[in-house]
């Protein structure tokens, strides 16, 4: 199908076929492993939350630059789940199709995101104390254990309407990335199609949860204990709350369910004419 259009990706139509075969395979895989990719998928967002650090925390830097290129080096997060392999909760939102289809239940699902949601919060967590014990923060003469504080405490103030609706934004772009991801077929295709969704929600200062994950506990280790604004577990929890209850509805309502009603249970034969998004 994809050759009607001149390009060796998988069309549209293909992509939701290969999502919701996924999904199946995602559903029912066995706890240890389902635990431990999500533990490196916890690890791989700390990695690209980490690098977004550094860029933030160059003060020679315009608003833009440091948005812009935060959000570049952040990449590498989704990057290394979507090529080395690994589950993440958001990008497991995506389920929802196979889910809508039929094709899995909502124990498989729930179960997926239990097991995936709580192994991405160890790999975060852990990669923080690893982070924090090599002194990563006083890089920049202090500068980028500061930047985390600033930005724990950022997040940490947002009001709950705010952290539902950056999360839904937030994951309507990383499924997305993952929805083009799955249409390429080389290393490159993949890369392209994840830079730039996931640099346009960093750059725009959406929130994801698994990046939270990293960046919180951090500020928590890092933060002087005399300061007098602290990042605390509850504030950290609340965050957590509504940002991961916005990521699942921006994953798995505006991209997993609008796919599907698109291109679910209908023959190629009946599909949008235009396959190719044009």
């Not at 899995?104 to 709580?118: E, G, K, P, Q, Y």
Request: aromatic share 8%; hydrophobic share 60%.
């Amino acid at each position: 199908m994809s050759e009607l259009y001149g390009s060796d990706a998988y069309a549209p139509l293909e992509v939701a076929r290969r999502v919701e075969t996924v999904g199946v395979a995602k559903a029912r895989m066995a706890t240890l492993p389902l635990a431990m990719l999500g533990v490196l998928a916890g690890a791989f967002i700390g990695l690209g939350a980490m690098l977004f650090v550094i860029v933030k925390s160059d003060a020679t830097l315009g608003f833009a630059a440091a948005q812009i290129g935060g959000g570049l080096v952040f990449s590498l997060g989704l990057l290394l789940v979507v090529v080395a392999g690994a589950e993440l909760f958001t990008g497991n939102n995506l389920l929802a199709m196979a889910w809508a289809d039929g094709r899995i239940s909502t124990a498989d699902v729930l179960r997926n995101w239990t097991i995936v949601c709580a192994a991405n919060f160890v790999g975060a967590v852990g990669l923080a104390l690893l982070v924090f014990a090599s002194g990563h923060a006083a890089m920049n003469d202090g500068a980028v254990g500061r930047t985390v504080v600033r930005l724990a405490l950022a997040k940490q103030a947002l009001p709950w309407w705010e952290a539902l609706a950056r999360g839904v934004l937030c994951n309507v772009l990383v499924c997305m990335a993952v929805w083009m991801a799955m249409a390429g077929r080389s290393v490159v295709d993949k890369a392209v199609a994840v830079i730039f969704p996931i640099a346009a929600f960093v750059a725009a200062g959406f929130e994801h949860s698994i990046a939270n994950m990293y960046l919180l506990p951090l500020a928590m280790l890092v933060q002087p204990a005399t300061a007098p604004v602290l990042v605390t577990w509850p504030g950290t929890a609340a965050n957590l709350a509504f940002v991961i209850a916005g990521n699942l509805l921006g994953g798995s309502v505006l991209v997993g369910l609008t796919y599907h009603v698109i291109y679910g249970r209908r023959p190629a034969a009946a599909a949008p004419e235009h396959l190719d998004g044009r």
